[in-house]
Antibody
Framework: EVQLLESGGGVVQPGGSLRLSCAASGFTVSDFAMNWVRQAPGKGLEWVSGISDSGGRTKYADSAKGRFTMSRDKSKNTLYLQMNSLRVEDTAVYYC????????WGQGTTVTVFS | DIQMTQSPPSLSASVGDRVTITCRASQGISQFLAWFQQKPGKAPKSLIYAASTLQSGVPSKFSGSGSGTDFTLTISSLQPEDFATYYCQQYNSYPLTFGGGTKVEIK
């Protein structure tokens, strides 16, 4: 069964850092494009970053550029999102999703940024 | 960036009703359009990709159509488990963008 399991969320002060993980099972992350999508409390879905299948090129939303870094570890079949210089407005549930069309999503991990 | 405009933002419907949600892209996206269902406190669930292809396991009461800039999601006969928020998303180009969502509520 194809599954994604996010972890690493938590409470952090503005300016702090967190690293989110997304462990995949049932498929190989490097064989597919993968994305991080977030949802602020009571709001809609917002794409944050993506990584291509071949070549591992990364793309970022303007809100994430220069602060977030997406990567993957083939040996662990895991996706990561390193988030630095966190802001209050980064508070959200963060999901990883398989494929550009998001055919499978994880359950999400909550990031709260407040002072 | 491609803007996705969904309408209506919300609707009230009764069990058994036929419901249609529309999604318009600010520029042509061919058929690179997906639809998701999200229930409170849960992750989004993929319903349709490539504008009209049903994900495995999704009941046939859901259908999608459209190409270019205009798309629709139809639920042929609304059931209690279908009350949720629905989102469209284009994956023609980065940044991936979502519609604002349509909340389907019980009348």
């Amino acid at each position: 069964e194809v599954q994604l399991l996010e972890s690493g969320g938590g409470v952090v002060q503005p300016g702090g850092s967190l690293r989110l993980s997304c462990a995949a099972s049932g498929f190989t992350v490097s064989d597919f494009a993968m994305n991080w999508v977030r949802q602020a409390p009571g709001k809609g879905l917002e794409w944050v970053s993506g990584i291509s299948d071949s070549g591992g090129r990364t793309k970022y939303a303007d809100s994430a550029k220069g602060r977030f870094t997406m990567s993957r570890d083939k040996s662990k079949n895991t996706l990561y999102l390193q988030m630095n210089s966190l802001r209050v407005e980064d508070t959200a549930v963060y999901y990883c999703a398989k494929g550009s069309s998001g055919d499978v999503w994880g359950q999400g991990t909550t990031v709260t940024v407040f002072s | 960036d491609i803007q996705m405009t969904q309408s209506p933002p919300s609707l009230s419907a009764s069990v058994g009703d036929r419901v249609t949600i529309t999604c318009r892209a600010s520029q042509g996206i061919s058929q690179f359009l997906a639809w998701f269902q999200q229930k409170p406190g849960k992750a989004p669930k993929s319903l349709i990709y490539a504008a009209s292809t049903l994900q495995s396991g999704v009941p046939s009461k859901f259908s999608g159509s459209g190409s270019g800039t205009d798309f629709t999601l139809t639920i042929s006969s609304l059931q209690p488990e279908d009350f949720a928020t629905y989102y469209c998303q284009q994956y023609n180009s980065y940044p991936l963008t979502f519609g604002g969502g349509t909340k389907v509520e019980i009348k």
